[in-house]
């Protein structure tokens, strides 16, 4: 199968903040039902939510009543359900969730589900702004919530192309971009939570520099609208795929709650890596020094 069709959701959370933690789980998991049912109706083949879907991005404040939203992973409802659901559609899902491990240990995570239903394993976000800026000069404290990643870069063999995963401030790093496409990633998504300012610029910039330096699709995901009480600014959606010249196949409107579908092309793949040999022109043996800085 030389053509996937890539379906990627981004959509606003309504629900204020002051709500218990359950309120939001069920309203945002009943909203993205109904949105992946969506995407699979219009031919999508591999569909990811945007970062830590099933509620605000509660980031934007430091309260323990956040971490009644963490589940294990994959033995927690929301796999499980999305499990069933994939299994229902024939499609794979990108699932992004706050994840639990043992009694203390909280990552930022999303978990793969092939087109069978079955669990392919997971990707926990490395990079961990200490406060990562708002649009009013306050920031998301990410650190309160979230320990680094220490599962690697896996790639995974999905019914329908190998897929690699980073999760939104991850993709200042080319690092990982660069295993990804090592370890055989066809097309990497980065599910995100970022409002408008700075990010906004490099958005567009950063993640088709990722593509073309690697030879794959990038699919990029960003929920949209304001979230009380915090509005710390703009989600400002725009989510996209970008194909490995750096071309945009498609992309998202700016405020609207939706599903944004493209086609990506393995023979593309094929024809940019024989042309472009970036893989082949590598210095591995020079790069030692930057572990040392």
Not at 20 to 31: D, L, T
Not at 59 to 84: R, S
Not at 134 to 148: A, I, L, S, T, V
Not at 175 to 195: D, H, K
């Amino acid at each position: 199968m030389n053509k996937v069709k890539i379906g990627l959701i981004q959509a606003s959370h309504e629900v204020h903040g002051d709500e218990p933690v359950e309120v939001h789980k069920r309203a945002a998991v009943e909203k993205h039902l109904k949105l992946v049912q969506e995407a699979a109706s219009k031919g999508a083949q591999i569909i990811c939510l945007q970062e830590v879907f099933y509620g605000p991005y509660f980031c934007a404040e430091q309260k323990t009543k956040w971490y009644d939203a963490a589940e294990e992973i994959p033995n927690g409802p929301t796999t499980k359900l999305f499990q069933d659901l994939a299994r229902e559609l024939g499609v794979v899902i990108i699932l992004p969730i706050y994840e639990r491990e043992g009694i203390a240990s909280y990552y930022n995570t999303a978990a793969v589900i092939d087109a069978d239903g079955s669990y392919l394993g997971k990707y926990r976000k490395h990079h961990i702004p200490q406060v990562a800026a708002g649009n009013n000069g306050c920031g998301f404290w990410e650190k309160y919530y979230f320990r680094p990643g220490n599962v690697g870069y896996p790639v995974f063999q999905t019914a329908f192309a190998r897929v690699g995963v980073y999760i939104c401030y991850d993709r200042h790093f080319p690092e990982g971009a660069r295993l990804l496409g090592l370890n055989g990633a066809e097309i990497v998504f980065n599910p995100s939570a970022t409002v408008a300012g700075t990010s906004e610029y490099l958005w567009k910039l950063e993640q088709p520099a990722h593509a073309v330096a690697n030879g794959y699709y990038v699919a990029a995901i960003n929920r949209v609208g304001y979230e009380a009480p915090w509005n710390m600014g703009e989600f400002y959606g725009q989510s996209y795929l970008v194909d490995p010249r750096g071309n945009m196949v498609a992309m998202g409107s700016r405020d609207q709650k939706e599903v944004v579908i493209g086609v990506m092309d393995k023979e593309l793949i094929h024809e940019v890596r024989d042309v472009w040999q970036f893989y082949r022109d590598r210095r591995p043996e020079t790069y030692g020094a930057m572990t040392d800085l």
